[in-house]
C-alpha cells in the first residue's frame, strides 16, 4: 500500500477531520502532518509541494502556486462526474473559488466566510446594519473590537464597502469606488475609537478566544470558527449573518475556506482519490466532519438537521452570508498587496489619519503590487 502524506493547519477544524477520516478508510494509508497556521503565509509553497503530496490550501493563494507549478489541476485525475459534483454539492462559490487559468486546483473541503460574532448581552438582540454595529460600540465601551489582524483588515474594508454598494476588482483590477470606500473606512474609525486597542494585530483565532473569555461580546466581521459555538471551555460564541448597510440582500464579506490540493510530486492512486471524493460525500461531511469539529464544505452539511441541532445552527444562521461571499483575486502578488494594504490600515486607525489619506495609500500601494 503506497503511503501518502498531507500538511493541513494547526488547528482543531484543520486537523482532527482529516486525522479521523485518515483513521477510518483503511484502503489507503495518509499520514497527516500539521503546521502552524502562520508557517503557510511564510513557508514557499514549492517547497512545501516538495515535502507532501496533499496540502491543506486557501484559495488566494492558487495563483502563486499554480505559477511556480506546484500543483495538479483537478481535471488531471478527476472525471467529469466526480467534478460536476463537486461544483453542485459545494456551498457558494467554494469550488470556483480554486479555479485559475481555466482548471480547479484544490477540493474544497472547508467553507467559511466572514460572518458576525455574537457572545454575552449581544447575543439577545445583535446589531443587524453596519450603522447598529456603530451605535452599540458607542453605547457598550470596549464591548466591540474588529478583526484586523493580519489580511484582516483588508478583508474587514472590502466587506464594508461592499454593503455599501462599491465593487472591489474586476478581474485583477482594482476598482474600489474611492467615494464608497472613504465611508467604509470611516465606519472602522468609529467602531475602533471605541474599542479596546490590545486586539488590533490578533488573528481570528486569538480574538475569538478573548471573546469566549469575556473580554468583548461582538465582531461584526470575522471569519466563523464553528468550535466556538460548543467550546470545551469559556462562553458560546454564536455566529449570525453579517451586517448590512444598504439592503439585508447586499451582504458583503469575503470567502474563506480550505481546499484540498495535490503536490505536483505526488502521483495519486485510484485509491487515494477514492479517499478524498469519501472525504467529501455527503454522508462524511455531514456526521464525521461536523462531529470532529471541521467545517464542511458540502451543501448537504449545512442544510442537515442534525448538524445545525450539534453546532447551535452555526450553519442556519450564516448560510447566506457564506453562500453569498466575495472571492479575492488570485493573481501572483495579491497576497503581499493583501498583507501590506492591512498595515496600512491598523496603522491609519492607530494613528487617526483621515480615511481619504488611508484609501490613497492603499490604492498607491495596488500600484506597487498589480500583476
Not at 464544505?297 to 450539534?310: P, R, V
Request: aromatic share 10%.
Amino acid at each position: 500500500m503506497n503511503k501518502f502524506k498531507g500538511l493541513t493547519w494547526d488547528h482543531p477544524r484543520g486537523y482532527r477531520p482529516l486525522q479521523s477520516w485518515a483513521a477510518k478508510d483503511q484502503a489507503v494509508d495518509v499520514e497527516w502532518h500539521i503546521q502552524k497556521l502562520e508557517g503557510f503565509e511564510s513557508h514557499p509553497i514549492n517547497e512545501l509541494a516538495e515535502s507532501y503530496d496533499l496540502l491543506v490550501v486557501d484559495n488566494p493563494g492558487i495563483g502563486e502556486a499554480v505559477e511556480k507549478q506546484c500543483l495538479h489541476p483537478l481535471e488531471d485525475f478527476l472525471t467529469t462526474k466526480q467534478i460536476d459534483f463537486l461544483r453542485q454539492s459545494s456551498v457558494g462559490a467554494s469550488f470556483d473559488s480554486y479555479q485559475y487559468q481555466g482548471k480547479h486546483w484544490a477540493i474544497p473541503i472547508d467553507a467559511a466566510s466572514q460572518v458576525c460574532a455574537v457572545a454575552g448581552e449581544a447575543v439577545i438582540n445583535p446589531p443587524e446594519t453596519w450603522e447598529a454595529v456603530q451605535a452599540y460600540s458607542r453605547r457598550h465601551k470596549n464591548c466591540v473590537a474588529l478583526s484586523l489582524g493580519g489580511p484582516h483588515a483588508l478583508l474587514t474594508l472590502y466587506s464594508i464597502s461592499q454593503a455599501l454598494g462599491s465593487e472591489i476588482f474586476t478581474d485583477n483590477n482594482f476598482i474600489m469606488s474611492r467615494e464608497i470606500t472613504i465611508r467604509a473606512i470611516d465606519i472602522m474609525k468609529n467602531i475602533f475609537s471605541n474599542q479596546q486597542k490590545k486586539f488590533v494585530s490578533l488573528n481570528p483565532i486569538s480574538l475569538l478566544d478573548a471573546m469566549a473569555q469575556g473580554d468583548f461580546d461582538l465582531c461584526p466581521a470575522i471569519f466563523g470558527y464553528i468550535n466556538y459555538s460548543n467550546p470545551n471551555s469559556g462562553r458560546a460564541i454564536h455566529f449570525v449573518d453579517i451586517p448590512y448597510a444598504k439592503s439585508s440582500s447586499l451582504r458583503g464579506s469575503v470567502l474563506g475556506g480550505t481546499g484540498l490540493a495535490i503536490s505536483v510530486h505526488c502521483t495519486p492512486t485510484p485509491a487515494l482519490i477514492n479517499h478524498i471524493m469519501g472525504y467529501v460525500s455527503d454522508k462524511t461531511q455531514t456526521t464525521l466532519v461536523v462531529e470532529n469539529g471541521g467545517q464542511p464544505s458540502n451543501i448537504h452539511a449545512w442544510h442537515d438537521a442534525q448538524a445545525n441541532k450539534l453546532k447551535q445552527h452555526f450553519f442556519s444562521n450564516t448560510f447566506k452570508t457564506v453562500s453569498g461571499a466575495y472571492v479575492r483575486p488570485k493573481y501572483d502578488g495579491y497576497i503581499e498587496f493583501q498583507d501590506s494594504s492591512s498595515e496600512l490600515i491598523r496603522e491609519g486607525l492607530l494613528n487617526q489619519m483621515a480615511a481619504s489619506q488611508i484609501f490613497d495609500a492603499i490604492a498607491e500601494n495596488y500600484s506597487r503590487h498589480r500583476p
